[in-house]
């Protein structure tokens, strides 16, 4: 018989308690409100994500990321994983308190990955940060983006005006990186249009389902060609 879950933490937020609950040693889930946002033993798409969006700079010569979205810190550990020493790596995460339960009862899940020392932790919003990185360009522009949000791509998103997979953000996307940049995305569910977006901006895209069985995730992966849009900027 399953043990009952035990509340940890619990915060409010704008769309309800955050709540980090516990059973068993290693078993550990975020809520928010009644929305289950990640549970400790289904981390495979988001392994993935973090290898897939990375994995390419393993060799490079102090690459620069942005991950959008801490959660339990294994999209984090996973990028880490596929980085050299000299890499630098920013995390955006809205909520503080998450970043105090990866530095406390979560840090053995993925070997305290939010204190290595390529780490830092910006308390805010993604989207800020790219539109940020877009208008200053030179070294704020990044080799990979990678976002792990608890709201991926979907049928509803609107198509130009969305703060994160719209077809203006994706522009935003593109004037942060570097040449030959690369994005990858965690989504719920396989999402065409998105898919379409990216390659209208000029990206080659491919889709990840991980696993084999049950509920099987989408990671986009777009990569920048070198075209004449090269010299977009932030909108």
Partial sequence: MAQPWKIIESRMTDEGALELRQRGEKDFMIMIGSQVLMNSM?????????????????E??????????????F??????DSLPASARVVVAELNPVVREWCRGPLAALTGNAV?????????GDVAHLIRRSAVNG?????????LDLYRGPHAKTHPSNDPLYGSRAIDNMRAALKPCGTVA????????????RLQSAGFTVTTERPGRGGLRHAVFLAHLKQSKKSGMHAS
């Fill in 42 to 58: 289904a981390n495979r798409s988001e392994v993935v994500l973090g290898q897939l969006g990375c994995g390419h700079l393993k």
């Fill in 60 to 73: 490079a010569d102090a690459p620069q990321v942005l991950v959008g979205g801490l959660g339990m810190g």
């Fill in 75 to 80: 999209t984090l550990r996973a990028v880490l």
């Fill in 115 to 123: 204190d290595d020392p390529r780490v830092t932790v910006e308390i």
């Fill in 138 to 146: 030179g070294d704020e522009r990044f080799d990979a983006i990678v």
């Fill in 185 to 196: 995305v965690w989504g719920e569910q396989y999402d065409e249009s998105f898919d379409k």
